[in-house]
T-cell receptor, first 114, second 116 residues
Framework: DAGITQSPRHKVTETGTPVTLRCHQTENHRYMYWYRQDPGHGLRLIHY???????DKGEVSDGYSVSRSKTEDFLLTLESATSSQTSVYFC?????????????FGPGTRLTVL | GNSVTQMEGPVTLSEEAFLTINCTYT??????LFWYVQYPGEGLQLLLK?????DKGSNKGFEATYRKETTSFHLEKGSVQVSDSAVYFC???????????????FGQGTILTVHP
């Protein structure tokens, strides 16, 4: 199994509070991704990174920011959480970033915004 | 833009039944196609993939063929087991321009429940 951990695994927070989710990998893969999973929508890409300090927006990036200061860590921040951001968040990694490459997923973080 | 459409679920089968989960896609370039599976309480893991037209991906008794003419990548298994109960996601990664960065577009997922 690919070495990917996410923290926290579960979090309950209140509307308007900042939240940071962490993804940590031990595979030294260059590419990292944040997705959210919602019923009826599958997974949707929030942000991705193609190297240290290199990030870009995905399909549903509004209200989210990311940072990657080290190869192994990719942080997702909700600056001011809203109820619409209640979801399950998955981090994924990819070695080459090629379209043919397999992505490996973390165990997920369940976030509830009250 | 890119999109993936899966058959609506949930799907409920008896053990040893034949499984088909339909998946169709639209893409602007030359996509690779994937099936990922999510077991209860876990993250997604790759089940199989196909990277060019007419390729067949296979794993654990599951198969899917990349059909460019029908823009489809249907998942099949001849005899399902209780342990196959999971959520199945069809996904694509578009290679147009070679700058996709591996970004995946997912279908909505199909819940499969297999009863003994």
């Amino acid at each position: 199994d690919a070495g990917i951990t996410q923290s926290p695994r579960h979090k309950v927070t209140e509307t308007g509070t900042p939240v940071t989710l962490r993804c940590h990998q031990t595979e030294n893969h260059r590419y990292m991704y944040w997705y959210r999973q919602d019923p009826g929508h599958g997974l949707r890409l929030i942000h991705y990174s193609y190297g240290v300090k290199d990030t870009d927006k995905g399909e549903v990036s509004d209200g989210y920011s990311v940072s990657r200061s080290k190869t192994e860590d990719f942080l997702l921040t909700l600056e001011s959480a809203t109820s619409s951001q209640t979801s399950v968040y998955f981090c994924a990694i990819s070695e080459s970033g090629l379209g043919t490459d397999t992505q490996y997923f973390g165990p997920g973080t369940r976030l509830t915004v009250l | 833009g890119n999109s993936v459409t899966q058959m609506e679920g949930p799907v409920t089968l008896s053990e040893e039944a034949f499984l088909t989960i339909n998946c169709t896609y639209t893409a602007t370039g030359y996509p690779s196609l994937f099936w990922y599976v999510q077991y209860p309480g876990e993250g997604l893991q790759l089940l199989l993939k196909a990277t060019k037209a007419d390729d067949k991906g296979s794993n654990k008794g599951f198969e899917a063929t990349y059909r460019k003419e029908t823009t489809s990548f249907h998942l099949e298994k001849g005899s399902v087991q209780v342990s196959d109960s999971a959520v199945y996601f069809c996904a694509l990664s578009d290679l147009k321009g070679g700058t996709s960065y591996g970004k995946l577009t997912f279908g909505q997922g199909t819940i499969l429940t297999v009863h003994p």
